[in-house]
């Protein structure tokens, strides 16, 4: 795959919203394999929300929306399920079930679930998410982890946020498990799955099985937070930059990096590892924490 701009993003949004409202068709399916991009280009007039179908045929309810001539870009396993939907009238426009076929929906003029009149072109804008961020420059840098932090703090200070520091501590948490998702080319969060899904059975992967598991094995002396895990396809100077916008922007792991919600942390680890004969496939990873009091 080639960049799309400076770099093409395909994050690991693993976590989903869970307030339910009742299902009506498909479900998702139980997936393996590597996640697929899931954009929804909203070619309409009205804002609408992508939706996530669990494997119990409950709909969740995206906080997300989309505007008018923008893109929810995401990505998702194949075989999952997501209900896109008109914000304020709840009308289903169109079911996606995520597959390498279906990586770009355009709903609206050229979406047969849109009908209706057709609605006139709008202009492409930024995807965002929740309040909308304002927009920082993505910071190109030999050192990933510099790229990583220069583009957190940029994001960060045009919202009047406070920088955050790097720490090693969690940076070393974070590069264990991008080694791990990089050796077996499987994103995750707990390395027991992810060996499992390539027929791997690594004891020793049980004593790093959760993100506070690694913080704790590399010695990081604070209270810890929550991860985030992507693959990214890029050249290496943007690697960390590209994956804090596409985090950031996204609908589910934006809160940490905004200091959304409650998740507001004060360090930051940022691990990256290269996937062996790729010329551009990298996995990886943010984990949040704050020092003792």
Same mark, same amino acid.
């Given at each position: 795959m080639k960049k799309l701009g400076p770099v093409m993003k395909l994050l690991g949004l693993l976590l989903v919203v869970t307030n339910s409202i009742s299902a009506q068709n498909a479900c998702s399916?139980? *997936?393996?394999?590597? #996640?697929?991009?899931?954009?929804? !280009?909203?070619?309409t007039d009205k804002p609408f929300t992508v939706n996530f179908v669990n494997h119990q045929c409950s709909e969740g309810r995206s906080t997300q929306q989309v505007a008018p001539g923008t893109t929810f870009n995401g990505s998702a396993y194949p075989g999952h399920v997501f209900r896109v939907r008109e914000v304020g009238t709840n009308k289903l426009l169109k079911e996606i079930v995520a597959s390498p076929s279906t990586q770009m929906t355009v709903i609206g003029s050229n979406s047969p679930a849109s009908g209706g009149a057709k =609605? *006139? +072109? !709008? $202009?492409?804008? +930024? %995807? !965002?998410?929740? =309040?909308? +961020?304002t927009m920082a420059e993505l910071v190109r840098d030999p050192n990933p982890r510099q790229s990583f932090l220069k %583009?957190?703090?940029? @994001? &960060?200070?045009? &919202?009047?946020? +406070?920088? /955050? #520091?790097l720490d090693n501590s969690l940076n070393q948490a974070c590069q264990w498990l991008t080694d791990v998702m990089a050796k077996h080319d499987q994103i995750g969060h707990d390395p027991v799955v992810i060996g499992r899904s390539k027929r791997v059975n690594d004891p020793s992967y049980a004593k790093m099985s959760t993100p506070e598991m690694r913080m704790k094995a590399f010695n990081y002396p604070g209270q810890p937070g929550v991860e985030a895990a992507g693959m990214e396809y890029g050249e290496g100077d943007v690697v960390?930059?590209?994956?804090?916008?596409?985090? *950031? /922007?996204s609908s589910t792991h934006y809160r940490p990096f905004l200091s959304m919600d409650g998740q507001v942390y004060k360090q930051v680890g940022f691990g990256f590892t290269k996937v062996p004969n790729t010329k551009d496939k990298y996995y %990886?990873? $943010? !984990? @949040?924490?704050? =020092?003792? =009091?």
């Open positions: 399916k139980e *997936a393996g394999g590597n #996640q697929v991009k899931l954009n929804v !280009v909203n070619n =609605p *006139a +072109p !709008v $202009a492409a804008k +930024p %995807t !965002v998410i929740g =309040p909308r +961020p %583009t957190l703090n940029g @994001f &960060r200070g045009a &919202r009047k946020l +406070p920088a /955050m #520091q960390g930059g590209s994956s804090v916008l596409g985090w *950031a /922007m %990886t990873c $943010a !984990v @949040f924490g704050n =020092p003792k =009091p």
